[in-house]
């Protein structure tokens, strides 16, 4: 077949009519994927064999009148996701020998749903990192520029799903980590409510943070894949049980009377002029939409930053305690004693990011410090959660942009961790809060994408991706494809 078309809801619409086959869509994406690997580096494990069967599967439920909406659609774990049967790495040497016995809900319930699984998509090491520069197999390219950083740690996730050899893939937002990769490459990326989505066989690094979600092209896409993503989950304790509405259904509704908030804070002196500009062009989509727009405060937000680099390592720092060489993962050779084999194993399996906020958390956590870093960091978390309740009862909805600038050229800060850090700046209190976000295109700047973000009140996913949808039926920037991969 053609190269396929580039949309969940269009590929589910012509395996609906019959215009192509699951496995002639799972091969075709195959192929591209195969010709994009050398280039992006998007992927550690294709899993192509496995990938084949499961669509011959969802042929022959189609044929036997058994398809739901989403059957022999193909997608892409990010590798932080468990997978029976298959290598699970997060990105780390310390984990590039594990192949996990059980699958993640998630992975199951969008298996459930007849989706296929092309494979495990690249990340920063244990999600750490904006770049995806830290993932020990090697940094993922941007498709728009192979020179420049994807964002992270989601960056797998976000430049295959732009360079269209996958539809869609899994993502996780600890920081802003499905946001700012997808801005940066020019998708679509969706962080649901904290305990929306199952954290059972997502592999942690900030419990109270870390959220499970989608990179897609489309909000539509973004509606499809997170109904059956969604849902309560008796092996996860962080896991809400509230009722899941069907995402589709409230696609089209008119944002007549609508008001949006533009939070003063995100609209400061770190953000490219050229980047505000289109953040506004769009702001001026929506008004044509019958939205109303008034400005918010946050006064709190610009705490959000540092609040997290307490908060994030000290919670990573007791996470990965468990990885210590002795049950499973990376296991240094000939250990003198048991503590040789924790010191060993560690340092040789863990890059240097990550060992950096264990270092963190493990400091902030100790006894003479406690107080002074941790737990005022929590009380500075709890502002920055009454700052977001204060502004929607002011309005429905906040935007800003996703990131200050548009992706930036590998290496370049590598070297300078806190100007690394502060491109999460826009998007860390959202996850502090426990908020829903969400990233779509909205122009270019430099012939790079860049991605205004949308926050709302708990469990408003759905009003959210009706808004994300009813831009991107005015305008087309979510339909580009880099010239390379079209």
Not at 30 to 49: D, Y
Not at 342 to 362: D, H, L, N, P, Q
Not at 459 to 478: C, G, I, K, P
Request: neutral net charge; proline residues 6%; contains cysteine.
């Amino acid at each position: 077949m053609s190269a396929p078309a580039p949309t969940v809801a269009a590929l589910a619409r012509g395996l609906a009519e019959g215009a192509f086959s699951s496995v002639e869509l799972t091969r075709a994406y195959l192929e591209r994927i195969a010709a994009a690997q050398p280039s992006l580096n998007a992927f550690i494990t294709v899993t192509g064999e496995s990938a084949l069967k499961a669509a011959a599967e969802a042929d022959a439920a189609r044929a036997a009148g058994r398809a739901g909406r989403l059957t022999g659609v193909p997608i892409g774990h990010k590798d932080i996701f468990c997978t029976e049967g298959v290598l699970t790495t997060c990105g780390s040497k310390m984990l590039g020998n594990f192949v996990s016995p059980y699958d993640a809900t998630i992975v199951s319930a969008l298996r459930a749903a007849g989706t296929v699984m092309l494979g495990k998509l690249n990340m920063d090491e244990f999600a750490m990192g904006s770049s995806n520069e830290t993932s020990h197999f090697g940094p993922v390219r941007n498709p728009w520029d192979t020179q420049m950083v994807p964002g992270g740690s989601s960056g797998g996730s976000a430049a295959s799903v732009a360079a269209r050899i996958v539809p869609a893939a899994t993502a996780t937002d600890t920081g802003g980590s499905i946001r700012q990769p997808a801005a940066l490459c020019g998708v679509t990326g969706i962080k649901p409510t904290y305990g929306r989505c199952s954290r059972y066989g997502m592999i942690a690094f900030a419990s109270s943070l870390d959220q499970a979600g989608l990179i897609t092209v489309s909000a539509e896409d973004a509606a499809l894949l997170l109904g059956p993503m969604s849902g309560f989950d008796p092996r996860d304790s962080t896991s809400v049980d509230s009722p899941v509405p069907d995402y589709t259904a409230t696609l089209g509704d008119s944002l007549q009377g609508l008001t949006i908030g533009l939070v003063r804070e995100f609209f400061d002196k770190g953000l490219d002029a050229a980047c505000e500009q289109r953040i506004r062009d769009a702001i001026a989509v929506y008004e044509k939409l019958g939205a109303k727009v008034r400005e918010v405060s946050c006064p709190n937000l610009p705490l959000s930053v540092p609040t997290y680099y307490v908060v994030a390592p000290a919670e990573c720092s007791s996470n990965l305690a468990r990885f210590d060489g002795v049950r499973f993962g990376h296991r240094c050779d000939s250990p003198k004693n048991l503590l040789d084999l924790y010191c060993r194993s560690r340092g040789e399996g863990f890059g240097a990011e990550v060992k950096r906020r264990i270092m963190t958390g493990t400091y902030v956590l100790s006894a003479g410090y406690y107080d002074a870093y941790y737990l005022k960091a929590q009380r500075v978390r709890q502002l920055i959660s009454a700052d977001f309740a204060r502004a929607f009862k002011e309005c429905d909805l906040l935007f800003g942009p996703t990131t200050p600038t548009p992706a930036f050229r590998i290496g370049a800060k590598c070297d300078d961790p806190i100007t690394m850090y502060l491109n999460d700046i826009y998007t860390i209190g959202a996850n502090l809060a426990g908020l829903p976000g969400m990233s779509i295109p909205c122009g270019f700047v430099d012939g790079l994408p860049i991605g205004l973000q949308i926050v709302g009140p708990h469990f408003s996913e759905a009003r959210m991706l009706n808004v994300a949808h009813r831009y991107q039926q005015e305008t087309d920037w979510h339909l580009k494809t880099p010239s390379a991969f079209a």
